[in-house]
């Protein structure tokens, strides 16, 4: 199972890693660590219940921030300091959010993401949306309501019958 998961979404992780800390060596130390994790929640992970690259990136992302913390509450030692690289925000939750909302679209119908995409991403207003996809701006209201509400249960974990 932890070989599988690994295979599909070990990449994923070793890139987001790669990205957060900037060094490959402590990016494949969090891949490592991530899969232990994964591999001590098996059955909670393979009963479905959320998405599994969702949860490998969030542990890899709280992997990162435990160790920047750690680092944080000692002196700094000369190995640690990089000249090369100047402080950066940490924009990691942002990427994981995308990450999780992109895989929550792909998942719901093409409906409900045209919907979204319009409305959110595009800036649409309703009518707007519904001149653009074709349909009713009541259609277009209820769309959005499944929409999001099928959206909610993919990334909150919680499984929903089929929507309209």
């Known amino acids: 199972m932890i070989g599988s998961w690994y295979a599909e979404f070990g990449d994923s992780v070793l890139m987001f890693a790669t990205r957060l800390t900037g060094d490959r060596a402590a990016a494949e130390d ?12 098996a059955n909670e992970l393979a009963e ?21 913390r750690a680092r944080a509450v000692r ?19 942002s990427v994981v959010n995308t990450m999780v909302v992109r895989e929550a679209l792909n998942q719901v119908s ?15 207003s309703v009518t707007e949306a519904a ?23 993919l990334i909150g974990g919680v499984e929903v019958g089929r929507e309209r």
């Open 30 to 41: 969090i891949v490592q660590e991530t899969l232990f994790r994964a591999w001590k929640h």
């Open 48 to 68: 479905g219940n959320g998405s599994i690259r969702g949860w490998l990136l969030t542990v890899a992302r709280n992997i990162v921030t435990d160790r920047a």
């Open 75 to 93: 002196p700094v030692e000369v190995g640690d300091i990089d000249v090369r690289r100047p402080a950066a925000g940490d924009h990691s939750e």
């Open 110 to 124: 093409a409906e409900h993401r045209d919907v979204v995409v319009e409305l959110y991403y595009r800036g649409s």
């Open 131 to 153: 001149r653009e996809l074709g349909v009713p701006p009541g259609t277009v209201k209820s769309r959005t309501y499944y929409a999001l509400r099928a959206l909610r249960a």
